[in-house]
């Protein structure tokens, strides 16, 4: 990422004074390729990591592998997923596998504790070690063994780059966005799958698409809308109990998708009529430059610009209160300042 041309985005006080300001950039984009609104430099060219997930499956999906293999709307929505690792998470993973005729020994995502601090705290209690279905992405690389299976291509290095599983995805990933696939930036992500980088207009151009594919081939459009409906069905299998992406989606109540990446990166693509009736399709990606350890920035900056696109109403604001801005307190629960937005969106 160049670090150019950002804007501020949120800034914490403590009492009268400004202690910090988080920068960053955003892109608003409808399906036909137009910047609606932008924040900063709209073609800020960073990797848009685990938010990649929903195009990432996308030509397992248009390819039949629903279908092939019975894959349930529940168990598609964790193949777009930066899950908690639940035993419900876990579960579905197991169910992906079995149906495909892989294990959790053939994911290559490795292990981590999961996020779920109750899932956590209890596998502490009784001694239970993490194991890669617990992993955020094991719901993305079962689909990635799904697809190599649906398309008899061998499993044991489906995440090299070079591997025919990956160069499909990055081929339809760069048609979705509209950005040449030998421009990507690749990289490897925590995951070690493959991450491409891009400009932030095109990355929502992407989601636009996603959310309203009427352009797009019939056998595409068609994986677009079961990938959509999937997640907005099922936001709990998208990340879980109380986290963000899934507690925007459940206020959304079928006018959006939203999920969000490593490193600051948030993506959100609002369905037709989401701002109301005749409303375009948009996408919308942006980026915190400081990485958003703790994650202040995107939350907020998610529901303040969706407050200020029309889409989140007062009522919906309010549900998501523990995102928004909000008081800053000490460790002795006495209010020392505020967390805010401090951005207009500029219309393009």
């Not at 025919?164 to 048609?175: G, S």
């Not at 109540?253 to 490193?263: D, P, Q, S, V, Y």
């Amino acid at each position: 990422m160049e670090f150019a041309n950002l804007v501020p985005l949120v800034e914490a006080t403590r009492g009268p004074v400004v202690e910090s300001i988080m920068c960053g950039a955003a892109a608003v984009v409808d399906a036909g390729n137009r910047l609606v609104a932008s924040l900063g430099d709209p073609d800020t060219f960073t990797y848009p990591r685990s938010t990649a997930k929903p195009l990432q499956v996308l030509p397992f999906v248009e390819r039949g592998g629903l279908e092939q293999f019975g894959i349930t709307d529940r168990e598609l929505s964790l193949m777009c997923a930066s899950h908690a690792g639940t035993d419900d998470h876990a579960a579905v993973a197991e169910s992906i596998q079995r149906k495909v005729g892989v294990t959790e020994a053939d994911l290559l995502c490795g292990k981590h504790p999961p996020y779920d601090r109750e899932t956590l705290y209890r596998m502490i209690r009784t001694g239970e070690e993490s194991r890669p279905n617990r992993h955020n992405c094991s719901g993305k690389h079962s689909g990635m063994l799904a697809h190599a299976q649906l398309r008899g291509w061998p499993i044991e290095d489906y995440i090299n780059p070079e591997h025919p599983l990956q160069r499909t995805i990055i081929q339809v990933f760069a048609e979705m966005t509209s950005f040449p696939a030998e421009k990507l930036a690749i990289g490897v992500d925590g995951c070690s799958a493959p991450v491409f980088a891009l400009p932030l207009r095109n990355f929502a151009l992407g989601l636009a698409r996603l959310c309203d594919p009427d352009d797009l081939a019939p056998e595409r459009a068609a994986a677009c809308r079961k990938i959509t409906h999937a997640m907005m069905t099922h936001p709990d299998m998208v990340s879980g109990p109380g986290r963000f992406d899934t507690r925007l989606m459940e206020v959304g109540r079928g006018r959006l998708i939203a999920k969000g990446g490593a490193e600051g990166y948030q993506g959100i693509g609002l369905l037709p009529g989401a701002m109301g009736p005749g409303s375009p399709a948009l996408g919308i990606a942006f980026k915190a430059a400081d990485g958003d350890l703790g994650d202040r920035v995107r939350p907020l900056v998610a529901i303040e610009l969706l407050r200020q696109l029309g889409v989140l109403t007062p009522a919906d604001t309010e549900e998501l209160a523990g995102f928004a801005a909000r008081p800053l307190y000490n460790w002795r629960k006495i209010p020392i300042g505020e967390l805010r937005p401090v951005f207009n969106i500029q219309a393009a």
